[in-house]
């Protein structure tokens, strides 16, 4: 009902689907479904629940619950912040922007693993709103959303979550935080690489290549430009740096060093990944990276 989710792999094989949709074009246009009905989800909606009975099983609703609290109590302890860790990792750093954001904060997160944080990371209590390119998948997004969402908004927060892929793609317009006075809070997860290209290659079996950044200082760039700026490296750093960020009265960027080598596990892994995965490990040690599968190893595997 009104849905236009893209990701094909997530819907049902052999169901029979019925789609309601105020667009034509949506109809069908992600699974084969056995009835389209064009029409508005207000006026729809009012008419199908005399025909849909009450059930009293709650057994699927609980398993799904309980699968839930077990995946999040594992989400939130990679996202736990060890002071004494001397890396930064991603899930740490999406956590406090989840805690210390504003209740109806405005998120815009560039393609890739910034996507994948958010969703796993980002609690949308129904004031809260998530941009992102999620359709097309358009790299440097997230800046200029944040710009546009400011603009139109200026009561609210903005805050960009931007890798350092999409931020240097648009670094131009930077400056225009500070030339319009918006009060965006940009947050760079510079881990050094065109992260969830570089994760693709290696699942494919395949060695990662053209996906490192040689990236400069971000808050000293910042700083350059007019723009309040901090630079994290350590995860004893994080709340601090995002609490002073967040309370920067105009536009602020914030620079986080994070683990280049983070995985971004799929809900469920199949054998054809591990498989090559495998042969990725074993052209990885063959083309003299060895020093990269042991970092791989020490970001994923110790915590």
């Not at 390119?133 to 960009?160: C, D």
């Not at 630079?231 to 105009?250: D, I, K, N, S």
């Not at 054998?271 to 042969?279: E, I, M, N, P, R």
Request: with cysteine.
């Amino acid at each position: 009902m009104g849905t236009n989710f893209p990701y094909r792999q997530f819907y049902p094989e052999h169901a029979r689907i019925v789609q309601i949709d105020l667009d034509p074009a949506a109809l069908g246009n992600r699974a084969p479904i056995e009835l389209g009905i064009l029409a508005d989800l207000r006026q729809a909606v009012p008419q199908l629940l005399p025909h849909v009975h009450t059930k009293t099983d709650s057994d699927h609703l609980d398993s799904a619950r309980a699968h839930y609290a077990r995946a999040r109590a594992e989400l939130d302890e990679l996202a736990r912040v060890d002071v004494d860790d001397g890396v930064v990792h991603p899930q740490q750093l999406n956590r406090l922007v989840n805690e210390l954001a504003a209740d109806d904060a405005i998120f815009t997160c560039d393609v890739g693993t910034p996507t994948v944080w958010a969703a796993r990371y980002l609690q949308l209590n129904g004031k809260r709103r998530l941009l992102g390119s999620f359709n097309h998948g358009s790299m440097a997004n997230a800046m200029l959303q944040a710009i546009g969402a400011q603009a139109s908004h200026p009561g609210r927060q903005v805050v960009s979550l931007s890798g350092d892929g999409g931020f240097t793609m648009m670094m131009g317009d930077f400056i225009t935080l500070s030339q319009l006075g918006l009060p965006v809070k940009v947050i760079v997860l510079n881990n050094g690489t065109l992260g969830f290209v570089e994760i693709e290659m290696k699942a494919a079996g395949l060695l990662d290549t053209g996906c490192e950044l040689v990236n400069p200082d971000f808050a000293a760039m910042a700083r350059a430009m007019g723009v309040a700026a901090w630079r994290v490296e350590r995860p004893g750093q994080l709340r601090t740096a995002l609490q002073e960020a967040f309370a920067h009265p105009g536009p602020a960027l914030v620079d986080v060093v994070s683990a280049r080598q983070e995985l971004v596990m799929p809900p469920k892994a199949s054998w054809g990944q591990a498989k090559d995965f495998g042969l990725f490990l074993l052209k990885a040690v063959l083309d003299g990276r060895g020093g990269q599968v042991l970092d791989l190893a020490k970001v994923n595997l110790r915590r």
